[in-house]
DNA sequence: GCCTATAAATGGAACGTTCCAATAAATCAA
DNA sequence: TTGATTTATTGGAACGTTCCATTTATAGGC
């Protein structure tokens, strides 16, 4: 039934015959009310089909109980699994976060977290939007709404971080293709503007350096980070003239698209080039080859993330310590044989 | 800045030595307010860090610009690309969108649902959970506040949906593997408490009738709409006396699953067993072997839904015609060479 | 019986906006 | 000058909650 304008407490106090204030009570399950009243003004409730108005309440409460995600790139199944793992968190608190969506477009960042703002959310887990600016969150900050970045950072910021250990991650994988007897590497993918890159590609230098493969046998191509990207970045790499034998990319999309475009003439991934991904998303593993990626346990961080925002919420901070997950290294078909016992043909995948 | 309580219009009033009432105007962008005074106000909300607060707002207008977009599952890419394509729509109608997912559970979306509505949102994009209940939106219709379904619907509902000719697109694949020559086929995951799953079955039977496949020839499995569940029916299939030839999939992740399942007992899809997929997600094109699928232009049918809702709010009603969007089958190499003309090795792919 | 302690329910003042009706200031017609 | 008209600005009452301070009812102790 319901009669065309929204039903009010008041409503309901009218046809429980009782006050205001004892349906109030009632809905926050207050322990104050006798459990008969309680049952008679949660019928009237029921019937006059009331829904709450969580913006008036928390006009007095100033506390709401909503949190924001704001995701660069719902698209990309790495950061989809990285908002599951968050909600599993915030589902268990009794908490409904809501996801936004960027866009990998600042404009669009801003307008989205003052959306949020407005809104009245208890806290913020953003990825930021490639080319963030550095101010950004000030005014999020200076509101004293509490914030925590997951899997990307901004470069000089003390709002707390929760990532892989992507410089690691780098080296290991580039570590382990120096190892299978590639002596050419190249870093695939990803823009400067990120800090996350930066880690990466360090990773991937430093790895270069200890290891001795010289500047000059190192090709570092930026790109998108998608499949496109890795396609542009392969067709980039081969137009050289001692083009690379193998390599690192920014993320497994760019894996994707390198993969896709070594097909596309004629070249298998792992016997004529070695790929190796980064972030290890669930097809990883079912890619044809499968894609060998640095594993960050995304939905860990996920939930991770979600916990210290709870943290933070509750002891009223907005500071907090970094996170820096653990990685590990899915070694699979994408990174081939060993080159130095090569003409070996088939066999041997890891 | 910013003292530590929050500061509303009357700090800013202050600040700029106005009433309230003024602030309000210039906040709303009222061109009743001399430039001059417009301009002195809005340095005093910056420079006091003033953030609106929506919810005091909507208790006054009773009505928000914000819309709910419940999603069953974020990790299907299907579903990402539906929500993008929404996102497109309302962020040029100055529309935040927020985005929850259900992780295809009904309580969960019960939960969801009812935080959205206690959020005061103008309207509801909903892809249901599987097995949702009949009066799960009866509440919400109640409240008269514009629903709409996208991809899925409910059996027996008013509620207006948007989504691709699922029965056709059945069909058309279905008849496209009879002309391939099969002749024993398979309908593989999905489960009938979901209507599409109905819509698509139906399409599938009733082109094995017309094209003389007997029921006997036809192995239906239900089945998770996942890759796993893909792999599962595969098994159960392939476990039979006469096994089937070719099988149509409830969707793209279920045939990924397929394939998966196929190459681990060492077949090919496309060469020793047909699969063709249903939505025709981004990666389908990119397998390997890449899926034959039914187009149905997701992002498509999400501008649609975003339109459509749009409209509904504007027109203050509750009501809206369906709309069955066009399906075409993207014909690619997992559905294999023509089997009339077999024995003839390579060659032909669509 | 009265007084006190406890339990249960209540009225009213906030919270931060919007919007109507009213005021004040400026302009114009006579 | 006076009154009418237009242009800018303003006070105050709402909106639907929460929560404090009270009131009212119930029980217990003597």
Redesign the interface.
């Known amino acids: ?2 009669s ?1 304008a ?1 039903a009010t407490i008041l409503d309901i106090a009218r046809e429980a015959g009782v006050s205001k204030s004892t349906v109030s009570l009632v809905l926050q399950g207050s322990g104050l009310i006798r459990p008969e009243t309680a049952v008679k003004v949660r019928k009237a409730i029921e019937d006059v ?1 009331y ?6 309440a ?2 007095r409460k ?1 506390h709401s109980n ?1 949190i924001g995600m704001v995701i660069n790139d ?2 990309n ?1 790495f950061f ?2 990285l ?2 793992g968050m ?1 599993r968190v915030f ?1 268990a608190a009794g908490i ?6 960027t ?1 990998e477009n600042p404009v ?1 960042q801003e ?2 977290l003052k ?6 959310v208890a806290g913020l887990i953003v990825s930021p939007a490639r080319g963030t600016t550095p101010g950004a969150f000030r ?1 999020i900050e ?3 709404v509490p914030v925590v970045f997951a899997m990307r950072r901004l470069p000089e910021s003390r709002i707390p971080a929760i990532a892989p250990d992507n410089h690691r991650g780098a080296y290991l994988a580039t570590q382990h293709l120096i190892g299978k007897g590639h002596r050419r590497l190249a870093f695939f993918g990803g823009s400067s503007d990120l800090v996350v890159y930066h880690d990466r590609l360090g990773g991937f230098i430093e790895a270069c350096e200890t290891l001795g493969i010289p500047a000059a046998n190192r090709t570092i191509v930026e790109g998108e980070t998608s ?1 496109r990207g890795g396609m542009a970045c392969l067709e980039t790499a081969l137009a050289a003239a001692e083009p690379p034998t193998a390599a690192l990319c920014f993320n497994d999309a760019v894996a ?1 698209g390198v993969m ?1 475009a070594l ?1 596309k003439r004629g070249l298998e991934a792992g016997a004529d080039f070695a790929v190796v991904g980064f972030d290890d998303v ?2 990883a593993e ?3 080859p499968a894609l060998t990626s640095v594993a960050v346990d995304t939905a860990g961080l996920g939930e991770r993330a979600a916990h210290v925002m709870l943290k933070m919420i509750q002891s009223r901070t907005t500071r907090a310590e970094d996170h820096i997950g653990a990685v590990s290294l899915a070694v699979r078909e994408s990174c081939g044989p060993d080159r130095n016992a090569r003409g070996a043909g088939m066999g041997d995948a890891a």
Chains 1, 2 share one sequence.
Do not use: C
Request: glycine share 8%; hydrophobic share 45%.
């Open positions: 039934m319901a065309r929204k089909g829904v709450y108005n969580r913006g008036a928390n006009l100033a909503v719902l698209t199944p989809a699994e908002a599951v909600e589902q409904v976060p809501f996801i936004a969506n866009a669009r307008e989205v959306s949020l703002m407005e809104q009245g005014r200076a509101a004293g499949r994707f896709l097909r669930a097809e079912h890619y044809m």
